[in-house]
Structures are given as structure tokens and as C-alpha cells.
């Protein structure tokens, strides 16, 4: 009898076995296949990110050789980019947005529009490498946060991680990453006489502010919108209220500037123009969105900078610019440091992290310290 109910037991065994999912073993696979997902998404972010690059070169030549207006040709180009988002976003559907999130909204537009402004001139003094290298400045953004907000977690961390970011743009303003100007360059190879003299930190420190003022307006856009759709209808208006604010401006610099900065010169079907619209303003808005949600990629991480390191030394050498490649890794690899050290806060939450994406609810979960961009 003993015998007997043991043997039903071990059928019923058997049978919830065979009922129950498979064992946990089986979850090893899939990390391996989250990434193969993954893949297509990292490709097309490393084009989307390889292609605004490309259009940022392509206003930097078009802006040295043609002499227009920086404020007047980055209006003309965010004017076609606001309509272009209002036509994809109708941010008029849906739930009527409160005057709560309008507000900062067109506050954050004002803040774009100064970024603007400062990125534009940054970029015509000290040229396309540095400018997209010190818009990874905002990473300093978790150092502050850190300190106000109390997060005093791995606070010397942070601030030697700062100092590591200081320490990039220094090399950077003394040309390290030119070959005119680099230590690390051949004493025997010609140096380039058409080469700049060196910047200095005065110079770069344009391009650096306009850096912290793209990641303030990250982060007001993340702190206003609490799900995407919502970031995507604000951000039209974002736009939208930069084109307004830099009207005036536009109109100052048309009306006291030179011919060469007149509206009618403007070249509209040029590929800087077109790149800067398409690729440098609308495209790269989806693609941030996208690697942020999906990849868990923000803006000012060491991964993003890896990318834009790769994108750069390609553009460098196509447009054969002043370019010194070990200055410039070591360069890149410094800020890469110092962004890892500034934006360090409790790693340990990563696989938490990892399960809330799984889930969906990662985009409501994020951490502000960790996202200064």
C-alpha cells in the first residue's frame, strides 16, 4: 500500500513536470537573445548618430567657406524642423496639455535656442572635434546633482571624475588632437600650415557651456513629460518656441548684416542645410529617444561617446582635417573616464534596471543622477 501511494506520487511528479515551464536553466539564453534584438537597434544608432555627424561637418564647411549668419541659417533650419515635428506629433490630439508642462515646455525652448546660439559660434572657432566632444560637458550635471540632492554616494568619484572631464578639454584647447599641435604627433612629418592656432580655454569654453545647456534641456524635457509620447508632443513645442525666440535675432542679423548674410543668399537645397534639418535636428530626436529606451543608452555615457569617437575619426579623415589619431584617442579616452566617474550611482541597481525594461517600466523608473544628458 505504502509502495502504491508512492508511486502515485512520483506520477503526479512526473506529470507537473511535464505541465510546469521549462527549468531556469533555460533562461541563460536569454541575455544571448535580448541581444541579438538588440542588434538592428544598435546599428541603426550608430547611422543615425554617424549621419548627424556627417551634417555637422557639412555646416561647418558651408559656414567657413560661405561666411552666412550662425544665427540665421540654425532659424532657417529649425523652422522647417518645427513644422516637420508638428506634422508628425499633432501635439493638438490627445489629452490637452496643462499649462504645467506648457510652461517649462517654452522654457526649455529659450534654453535651446542660447544652446543654439552658443553651439553655432563654438563650432566656427573651434571647429567640428571639439565642439561634439565637449557636448558630452553635461555629464557634469551628476556632480552638481549629487552635491545639492544629497547623493553623497561615491562623491570623490564624481569629482575626480570632473577633474578627468577638465582635464580633456585642456588637452583638447591645446591641440592635442590636431596633428599641428598634438606631442604625439611625428617630428619628422610636415606640419599643416593652414592649421589654427591654438584655442586655448577661453575659446572652448563656449562650446562647453553650450554642452551643460543641452543636457539642462534633456533633462527638463524628462522631468516635464513622464511617458514618451508626451516627451515627443512637448518636444515639438520646444522646437517650435526656439524658432521663436531666435526670430528676432534672425531678423537683427538680416536687416544690420552683410549681403553674404541676407536670407536670399542662403543656399536651402545645399546638403549642409538639408543634413542639418533632417539629420542634425529630426532624425537624431527619434534616435536618442529609441537608444534610451531601448538600449538603455542616454546621451552623456561613455558607450555614446564611444560612438561618436568612431563617427569623428571617420569624418576627419574624409574631410582631411588637422587630425592628430593617438591625440585624439587619448583625448576621447580621458573624457570616456571622466564621464564614467562623473555619472557613477549605485550600479547596483543595473539588473533591477535590466528587469523594469523586460517589464516596460523602465522609462518611468529612471534615474535622474545616472541621465545628465
Not at 532659424?75 to 489629452?95: D, E
Amino acid at each position: 500500500m505504502q509502495e502504491h501511494t508512492l508511486g502515485r506520487e512520483g506520477d503526479g511528479t512526473q506529470k507537473w513536470k511535464m505541465m510546469s515551464p521549462k527549468e531556469p536553466a533555460s533562461d541563460s539564453r536569454l541575455p544571448r537573445s535580448s541581444s541579438i534584438r538588440q542588434t538592428p537597434l544598435q546599428v541603426i544608432h550608430v547611422l543615425g548618430n554617424f549621419m548627424r555627424i556627417w551634417s555637422v561637418y557639412a555646416l561647418y564647411h558651408h559656414l567657413s567657406q560661405k561666411g552666412d549668419s550662425v544665427i540665421l541659417f540654425i532659424f532657417s533650419c529649425l523652422v522647417p524642423a518645427s513644422i516637420i515635428f508638428f506634422l508628425l506629433q499633432k501635439p493638438w490630439n490627445g489629452r490637452p496639455l496643462p499649462n504645467s508642462q506648457i510652461v517649462p515646455t517654452i522654457i526649455n525652448g529659450a534654453i535651446m535656442a542660447l544652446f543654439l546660439i552658443l553651439w553655432g559660434k563654438g563650432l566656427l572657432s573651434c571647429g567640428p572635434l571639439i565642439t561634439l566632444l565637449t557636448e558630452y560637458a553635461g555629464a557634469v550635471l551628476g556632480v552638481l546633482s549629487a552635491l545639492f540632492y544629497g547623493r553623497r554616494v561615491n562623491i570623490w568619484k564624481k569629482v575626480g571624475g570632473l577633474f578627468a572631464m577638465s582635464a580633456s578639454f585642456y588637452f583638447l584647447s591645446i591641440g592635442w588632437a590636431t596633428s599641428s599641435y598634438s606631442p604625439f604627433h611625428s617630428i619628422s612629418s610636415e606640419r599643416v600650415d593652414k592649421a589654427k592656432q591654438s584655442l586655448g580655454f577661453k575659446e572652448i569654453a563656449v562650446p562647453i557651456l553650450a554642452g551643460v545647456l543641452s543636457a539642462l534641456r534633456r533633462v527638463m524635457a524628462r522631468r516635464v513629460s513622464l511617458k514618451n509620447q508626451l516627451k515627443r508632443r512637448l518636444h515639438a513645442i520646444t522646437v517650435a518656441s526656439a524658432a521663436c525666440f531666435l526670430f528676432p535675432l534672425a531678423m537683427w542679423d538680416t536687416i544690420l548684416g552683410s549681403e553674404s548674410n541676407s536670407i536670399a543668399n542662403l543656399q536651402f537645397m545645399s546638403w549642409a542645410y538639408l543634413s542639418t534639418i533632417f539629420f542634425g535636428i529630426v532624425f537624431i530626436f527619434y534616435i536618442d529617444n529609441l537608444a534610451e529606451e531601448r538600449l538603455r543608452l542616454v546621451f552623456s555615457s561613455p558607450r555614446h561617446l564611444m560612438v561618436a569617437t568612431g563617427c569623428i575619426i571617420v569624418m576627419e579623415m574624409s574631410y582631411k582635417m588637422d587630425f592628430s589619431l593617438l591625440g585624439f584617442l587619448i583625448c576621447s579616452s580621458v573624457l570616456a573616464f571622466g564621464i564614467f566617474e562623473a555619472t557613477s550611482l549605485e550600479r547596483l541597481r543595473s539588473s533591477v534596471d535590466a528587469q523594469e525594461i523586460s517589464n516596460g517600466t523602465f522609462e518611468n523608473n529612471l534615474q535622474m543622477s545616472s541621465l545628465p544628458s
